[in-house]
């Protein structure tokens, strides 16, 4: 975004993508959710194992949002028991880079 | 973050560092206010000016929560008015260009 943008009050679309940003990556366990899945595909159990702090219906709720928002999808298997798979879209993956730097905006900021 | 940090429960210290980043970032307002200060030392009024949908009240919260994370800094002048002056720490400078690429992440996922 160019500086010339910042003069003037922000752009209308600038302003509606970093909203859209904020949607996929804000909240306590959004932003983890896409790390832990990375490049993988994972099971729902595996997921709740890798963040045992997270409520079985928060976890659930947070995989609908980010399902409609179109950086992950599911798979459910017909199978007993039911198994269900997650893992990101195309589009989600080509974030990825992104999130794993979102590191280097809290890193400076640790009280060590 | 090295992968093999993935297929663990993410670190601790990692969670910390990613939960620093959602404390600067997450919010209604605080990615603005820091985007629409940038490089530049902005007077309070000026800041209210750009962002008008937000009232006195959050701002001068949000702009209080950013000065104790250390990303802002605040200057007040003994003028009648009073001036008072707001701009990006150092740190805060340093992760400007994290900040100026958050946009990547929510563009691929407008609904146009």
Redo the contacts between chains.
């Keep these: ?1 160019k ?1 010339s943008n ?1 003069d003037v ?2 752009a209308e679309r ?14 306590k366990w959004r ?2 959710i896409l ?2 899945l ?3 595909t994972r099971r729902y159990g595996e997921l709740r194992r ?3 702090d997270v409520s079985e219906k928060v976890l659930i709720q947070e995989l609908k949002s980010l399902i409609s ?3 992950l999808e599911k798979e459910s298997f017909s199978e007993v028991p039911p198994r269900v798979e997650y893992r990101l879209t195309t ?1 989600g993956r ?2 990825l880079p ?13 009280e060590d």
Tied chains: 1, 2.
């Design positions: 975004m500086d910042r009050t922000m600038d302003q509606l993508v970093l909203r859209r940003t904020l949607d996929i990556i804000c909240g932003l983890f790390l832990n990375g490049e993988h890798m963040m045992p928002l179109g950086v589009k080509g974030i992104h999130l794993n730097s979102l590191h280097l905006i809290g890193a400076p900021f640790m």
